[in-house]
């Protein structure tokens, strides 16, 4: 199959971006400045994200639709405000994880952002399980473009006048040289930010007007680091379907009512884990010396006794040292506990710790 | 001090007398990306040619070093594994890796001159 090209391609190729394919398409892994330099620049100032490969579906429907989609999503739908977002997961009978999401109520209907690798399987999951009933679209003629760091509002606002209204977790349309635009606050690295949906044919002169106002383009490499310092999910990683949002320690994104109620796919498994507890659950892990460990890594307990195993680990340039994430079994999983990774044969010791790693900095309300 | 004389897995090597110093290329450094960790063998431990002798990361994955010869370890470089950046900045002086005391002078013989490995490191990245 070909790959596929965003239509920012050209400038992150003008931009000395290095390329890779990541859910068949090529994106930017990192510029000329470095993973390490964009990180950085991102939790200074404002870093700027091509994140069109990700799925944006539209469902048009009115209170059916919301009632249709409370028995996929564990979330209070029927109650959710306009322009307000909620992130959830779409999950089979065993509360296994197809994919993670952020989805926003719209004028008629919602607005729903999938993962690029998810998004063709998503579709089709949701399409059968709304019996074809309402029109959906994978909206293939929007780019969107994340606009992360503290200085995004004030860079972004003279572009898109307005933004700087929104609170965080809630979106709105606005207008860029008259055509629509989607605006949410929110984002996936630990700072404030926006997500921009924008016609394709505008989105590199939206992009070059960012630049500047003074934000920069950074990779998918820098994009990883960010969210693994903020303690967030990739899919993929500590996400898939052998995980439930329970073992995911994501209990918080799951509406209570619902829970009480019971009627949503996944629900049996939910409230069933709530109950009784995990095996295993996702935790944060510091290694105790400069080791890297890495997604696969071996985890053991101080008898050294395998109890699980890393799913995302690198260097956090923020926090100057190595950090991760992954399973362990959950008489393991109180802060502070002591455990060992094996790296290249040896045992390195490391800590059960509190997520996130980096502190974050989200503006909860705006005009603050 | 000789020339410097470079391998095919991005090392390069000079000698005074019997003990040669040990690291990796700017080109090595720029394929890897910032590097964040680094991993030496240890002072008085013997390494064969090709052998892994230290491994680095990036903050994308790790890769190993190998010693383009062989010997006897008789000093490693400890200001880069407490600050590992110092690769990138200066990789081909202040950051060097590891001494040998070298077992076999004629297994230099096999290495590329600057030239060489200048071209060789062209094509590769192709």
């Known amino acids: 199959m070909e790959i596929k090209k965003t239509s920012l391609y050209q400038l992150h190729y003008d931009s000395g971006a290095k390329f890779v394919e990541f859910a068949g398409y090529h994106m930017p892994i990192q510029y000329s400045d470095g993973i390490v330099d964009e990180h950085k620049f991102t939790r200074s100032n404002a870093g700027i994200f091509d994140v069109s490969h990700m799925g944006q579906l539209f469902i048009y429907g009115n209170d059916d639709l919301a009632e249709d989609l409370e028995r996929v999503f564990p979330l209070d739908l029927k109650n959710l405000e306009i322009n307000h977002s909620k992130y959830s997961f779409l999950m089979n009978d065993e509360a296994g994880i197809y994919d993670d999401l952020i989805l926003t109520k719209i004028e008629n209907g919602f607005m729903i952002i999938l993962n690029a690798a998810c998004k063709d399987n998503d579709f089709k999951i949701l399409s059968k399980l709304l019996n074809d009933k309402y029109k959906m679209e994978l909206d293939k003629n929007r780019s969107l473009i994340a606009i992360q760091g503290p200085k995004s509002a004030v860079i972004l606002n003279p572009i898109i006048n307005g933004v700087n209204e929104l609170n965080f977790m809630s979106g709105s349309w606005f207008k860029f040289e008259e055509q629509k635009v989607f605006v949410t606050r929110s984002g996936y690295t630990g700072e404030d930010g926006f997500e921009v949906s924008i016609i394709n044919t505008l989105a590199e002169k939206f992009t070059k007007k960012l630049i500047a106002n003074g934000a920069k383009l950074i990779g998918l490499g820098a994009r990883d680091t960010l969210r693994l310092e903020a303690g967030l999910c990739l899919y993929g990683h500590e996400l898939d379907k052998n995980k439930t949002p329970v073992e995911a320690n994501l209990k918080w994104a799951i509406s209570k009512e619902r829970i009480s109620q019971g009627n949503f796919i996944g629900s049996r498994i939910i409230t069933k884990q709530l109950s009784d507890g995990v095996n295993k659950i996702r935790v944060g892990i510091k290694p105790e010396g400069r080791i890297i460990a890495r997604e696969k890594t071996k985890i053991f307990n101080q008898s050294d006794i395998y109890i699980g195993e890393i799913t995302s680990g690198t260097f956090g340039p923020s926090v100057n040292g190595p950090v991760a994430m992954g399973y362990v079994e959950n008489d393991f999983s109180k802060k502070n506990t002591k455990v060992f990774l094996e790296v290249r044969g040896k045992k390195h010791p490391a800590n059960i710790c509190g997520l996130p790693f980096y502190k974050k900095s989200y503006v909860k309300g705006a005009n603050k | ?126």
Request: net charge negative; hydrophobic share 35%.
């Open chain 2, 1 to 126: 001090m000789s020339d410097t004389k470079y391998s095919k897995e991005h090392e390069w090597i000079t000698f005074e007398g019997d003990i040669a110093t040990i690291g990796i290329t700017k080109h090595a450094t720029e394929m890897l990306g910032d590097i964040v960790f680094a991993e030496l063998p240890e002072k008085g431990i013997s390494v064969e040619k090709d052998g892994t002798a230290g491994v680095v990361e990036s903050t994308k994955a790790a890769s190993d070093v190998y010693t383009p010869i062989s010997g006897e370890v008789v000093d490693t470089n400890q200001s880069i594994v407490d600050d590992p950046s110092k690769i990138n900045e200066d990789p081909e002086g202040s950051a060097w890796f590891f001494k040998l005391k070298m077992k076999d002078k004629a297994e230099l013989d096999s290495l590329m001159n600057k030239d060489e490995y200048d071209k060789f490191a062209k094509e590769s990245a192709n």
